[in-house]
C-alpha cells in the first residue's frame, strides 16, 4: 500500500453541483415535513448515539426511483438481521418517499437516503431495550446532478483499514455506523486521493469505502467475490448488464499488482452509476481515460433505468 503527500481533492464520489433549490428542500421526520433548518431528531435517538440504524439510498431519473423494490428489500432485511421494527410496511415507506417527493416538486437528477433508527432512547446507553419509543424513519431528498468533475475520473489510494469479517461488523449491512469507512476516507485523502481502495482480510482487492469497484483486463470485467463488501445494487445491475450483453463478467479474488496493470477500472454507486477510475497509487489505469468498455456498460445500465416498468 502506497500512501503518499497530501494533494487536493479532484472529485467525490457523492460531491453534486451547487443548487439552491437545496436550501429549502423539505426533510421527512416520521410521515411529518419540515424545513431543513428545522428538521431535528433527538440527542438521545439510538442513531446519533450509536450509529444504530440502517439507510438506503435511492436515485430519481425522469420521475421514477431506481430499483426503488430492491433498495427496500435490502434496507428491510437489514432491519431484520439487526432485530430492529421499523414499524410500516415497504408501501407505506414508498409512499412516504414519494410524499417528500411531491412536496419538493422533485422530478430528475435527485438523490434521497431513507434512514431507519432504533429511534430515542429513555437513557443514553447502549442496551436496544433502552429504545423505548418505536423507531425514527428519516428521509432526506436532494437536487444533485453529479458534478462536472467526475468526467474526468477520480483517483483511489489502497489504505491499510480493510472491511473485515461478518463476524465483527457485517460489511453487507449498510447501517448507520460507518467509522471503519470514513477511516479508510481519511487516510485516502491523506494520501493525495479522492477515495480509498480498501482491501479484504486475506488481502485481495475488495471495494471502496463508499462504493464497489471493478476492473476490466482483456475484455473481461473482474469484481470481488462479495464475501466482505455492501453487495451494491448497481454492482449487481452491472453484473447483470454484462451477462445479458455477452460481456465476460466474474466475481474474483484478485490483487494489486492485477489492478494496477488493468486496462480500465471503475466504481459503482446509486448516486454516481459508473465512474471511471484515473488512477489508483499514482498509477495511471490504461489511458486515465473512461474507457470503450466502461462506457460501454454505462450506456447498457442507463438503458436498463429507462425501461425498467
Known amino acids: 500500500m502506497i500512501l503518499y503527500g497530501l494533494g487536493n481533492i479532484m472529485a467525490l464520489t457523492h460531491e453534486a453541483d451547487d443548487d439552491l433549490r437545496n436550501e429549502s428542500v423539505l426533510i421527512n421526520i416520521d410521515g411529518e415535513l419540515f424545513d431543513r433548518n428545522l428538521a431535528k431528531v433527538s440527542v438521545f435517538d439510538s442513531g446519533f448515539l450509536l450509529g444504530d440504524g440502517v439507510w438506503e439510498g435511492?436515485?430519481?431519473?425522469?420521475g421514477k426511483w431506481a430499483f426503488w423494490e430492491e433498495h427496500f428489500c435490502r434496507l428491510f432485511e437489514a432491519a431484520r438481521a439487526i432485530d430492529l421494527n421499523i414499524g410500516i410496511t415497504e408501501s407505506k415507506l414508498f409512499s412516504m418517499l414519494e410524499q417528500t417527493r411531491e412536496a419538493n416538486k422533485m422530478h430528475t437528477h435527485v438523490h434521497a437516503r431513507v434512514m431507519v433508527t432504533r429511534?430515542?432512547?429513555?437513557?443514553?446507553?447502549?442496551?436496544?431495550?433502552l429504545s423505548i419509543y418505536g423507531p425514527t424513519?428519516?428521509?432526506?431528498?436532494?437536487?444533485?446532478?453529479?458534478?462536472?468533475?467526475?468526467?474526468?475520473?477520480?483517483?483511489?489510494?489502497?489504505v491499510p483499514q480493510v472491511r473485515?469479517?461478518?463476524?465483527?461488523?457485517?460489511?453487507k449491512l449498510n447501517s448507520h455506523s460507518k467509522l471503519n469507512c470514513v477511516l479508510a476516507c481519511i487516510q485516502a485523502e491523506k494520501a493525495g486521493a479522492d477515495e480509498a481502495l480498501m482491501l479484504d482480510p486475506l488481502g485481495f482487492v475488495n471495494t471502496t469505502n463508499a462504493c464497489n469497484f471493478f476492473i476490466i483486463r482483456k475484455n473481461e470485467v473482474w469484481t470481488s467475490t462479495g464475501d466482505y463488501c455492501m453487495n451494491g445494487i448497481t454492482r449487481k445491475k452491472v453484473i447483470e448488464v454484462c451477462s445479458n450483453n455477452a460481456i465476460p463478467v466474474f466475481q474474483r479474488n484478485f490483487s494489486l499488482s492485477e489492478v494496477y496493470s488493468a486496462d480500465e477500472a471503475f466504481i459503482t454507486g446509486t448516486f454516481g452509476a459508473q465512474t471511471f477510475v484515473s488512477e489508483i497509487d499514482k498509477i495511471k489505469i490504461g489511458l486515465g481515460v473512461m474507457g470503450p468498455l466502461t462506457r460501454k456498460i454505462k450506456n447498457y445500465y442507463m438503458a436498463m433505468i429507462e425501461n425498467e416498468d
Open 164 to 171: 473485515g469479517l461478518p463476524t465483527s461488523q457485517d460489511p
Open 137 to 158: 424513519i428519516v428521509i432526506i431528498m436532494e437536487h444533485s446532478a453529479p458534478v462536472s468533475d467526475l468526467e474526468n475520473g477520480i483517483r483511489l489510494a489502497s
Open 119 to 129: 429511534g430515542k432512547k429513555k437513557r443514553p446507553f447502549q442496551h436496544p431495550k
Open 58 to 62: 435511492l436515485r430519481l431519473y425522469e
